[in-house]
């Protein structure tokens, strides 16, 4: 019996052909920019401002950014769009064809930039296909994996991170931010149990991070204290005083 989705006219080897033309076309679609705005502080860091030498926070409604089709996709959580323009992109590793290094390089950036996006908006399916397509988190860029899951309190993900694949907890984005900077614009008591996550798994809590141009730089909790967060600078202020009087590694669960 002849199923009626078949015909004799249909030729299959075309067919074939044709989906690999469009995967193909595809491809270079895949890492080409478009400006875009996105809602909420995207950069972490770029919601504080310095203003007579005096930190101030002014947190921004919306991000505009230049992005890649893949991380504008990821940034939708648009999870079918993205397994398509990644598989758009093997497109380009057929056998016998020449290694384009520049698509490559643009490749693994969109990558790791799609991965920040899908942490920093919550889609978690996202960025697990992206990490196994290769996106690191932490690399060192405008967009950082560990920082979209610092900025969303995705504990789980900074644990797997920083153990699993040896991310550094004080990595810094490209607006000059680390994960606890991220972590600090959640709502408590989210702030504090994920700082407190980093900071156990290695983060430096007397970091002093600022403007290196102007020479200002601050300690964690002058940036809470910016934010009107004086109990999570309180914590913050244990943690230094736990860590600078324990020679082993501090339990900073007992700071509440």
């Not at 076309?25 to 007579?52: E, I, R």
């Not at 921004?60 to 397994?83: C, D, P, R």
């Not at 407190?196 to 809590?205: P, S």
Request: aromatic share 8%; charged share 20%.
């Amino acid at each position: 019996m002849v199923d009626a989705a078949s015909s004799s006219n249909f030729d299959v080897q075309s067919a074939l052909d044709g989906v690999g033309s469009q995967l193909c076309s595809l491809s270079h679609w895949v890492t080409k920019k478009g400006l875009v705005t996105l809602p909420g502080n995207v950069h972490a860091f770029d919601a504080f401002q310095v203003a007579d030498g005096k930190l101030r926070y002014t947190p921004l409604t919306s991000t505009k950014l230049e992005l890649s089709l893949l991380a504008y996709a990821a940034s939708q959580g648009k999870y079918e769009e993205v397994m398509v323009l990644l598989l758009a992109s093997e497109a380009n590793k057929q056998p016998g064809e020449a290694y384009d290094d520049t698509f490559y390089a643009a490749l693994d950036e969109a990558l790791d930039e799609a991965l920040f996006l899908a942490l920093f908006y919550g889609h978690r399916k996202v960025a697990k296909l992206l990490l196994r397509r290769g996106a690191k988190p932490g690399a060192q860029i405008s967009h950082s994996g560990i920082h979209g899951a610092a900025s969303r309190g995705l504990r789980k993900e900074i644990r797997n991170y920083i153990i699993r694949h040896r991310v550094d907890p004080d990595v810094f984005d490209g607006s000059g931010g680390t994960p606890v900077i991220c972590a600090m614009h959640l709502d408590s008591p989210h702030d504090w149990n994920t700082i407190k996550l980093l900071f156990q798994l290695g983060a430096n809590t007397q970091a002093r991070v600022g403007v290196a141009t102007i020479a200002l730089f601050w300690s964690y909790p002058d940036f809470a204290r910016a934010m009107g967060k004086e109990n999570l600078a309180k914590q913050m202020e244990k943690a230094i005083a736990l860590d600078k009087s324990h020679r082993e590694i501090p339990d900073y669960h007992l700071i509440d």
